[in-house]
């Protein structure tokens, strides 16, 4: 029986988290989809797909992605839009109780209604209302394990976990800041590092 040889290298493994630091309040930032995120941090289950979907975000300020997804570059959108009075009351949203069961399907049919009603009114924003921050995660990470192997307290970490937090500005500019830590076998270290 033959055994193949595996590299510490070979078992890394980096995620990537993006936050939203919102300074318009008590505007919310619209925020169009960011491609291959989760919104919130959270994977849809098969039942949660099948209702309607966001393609616009103004309730969410965590996006998180796939393990070692690091692209080149990404273009975040975002725009400021209605305070929270304003969009409930324009938009005759009332949000239902929260339920124990998320499957629940009147939970979610409810949901969904708000989800496009909120959609709407984002898109109706003119093109001019719109910002766009440019990024470029895999240079991030790079800069990370960098750093991190000179910092590496006594071992070779397995992992990066990249915090990049795009701060919105009152006057809608964006500042962007990369926080990361690393991990290994023996657990993570959670002093992050600028």
């Not at 909120?118 to 470029?136: E, G, Q």
Request: proline letters at 6%; hydrophobic letters at 30%.
């Amino acid at each position: 029986m033959a055994f193949s040889q595996v590299s510490c290298a070979d078992m890394t493994s980096s995620n990537m988290e993006i936050g939203i630091d919102n300074n318009l309040y008590p505007n919310l930032s619209a925020i169009r989809a960011i491609p291959n995120s989760r919104p919130n941090c959270e994977s849809l289950t098969k039942e949660e797909k099948k209702y309607y979907q966001p393609r616009n975000f103004s309730l969410y300020s965590r996006f998180c992605f796939d393990e070692n997804y690091f692209p080149d570059t990404m273009v975040i959108e975002y725009a400021k839009w209605k305070t929270s009075e304003e969009y409930e009351k324009e938009l005759n949203i009332v949000y239902p109780p929260q339920v124990v069961d998320l499957r629940d399907p009147d939970y979610n049919n409810t949901m969904g209604i708000i989800y496009k009603k909120i959609d709407d009114d984002i898109d109706k924003l003119p093109a001019s209302a719109w910002h766009k921050v440019v990024i470029h995660p895999k240079e991030m990470l790079k800069e990370a394990k960098q750093h991190q192997r000179l910092k590496g307290k006594g071992y070779l970490p397995s992992g990066t976990e990249l915090l990049i937090t795009i701060e919105i500005q009152k006057d809608g500019s964006a500042k962007v800041k990369t926080d990361y830590h690393w991990f290994s076998a023996i657990g993570s270290m959670t002093d992050w590092a600028h």
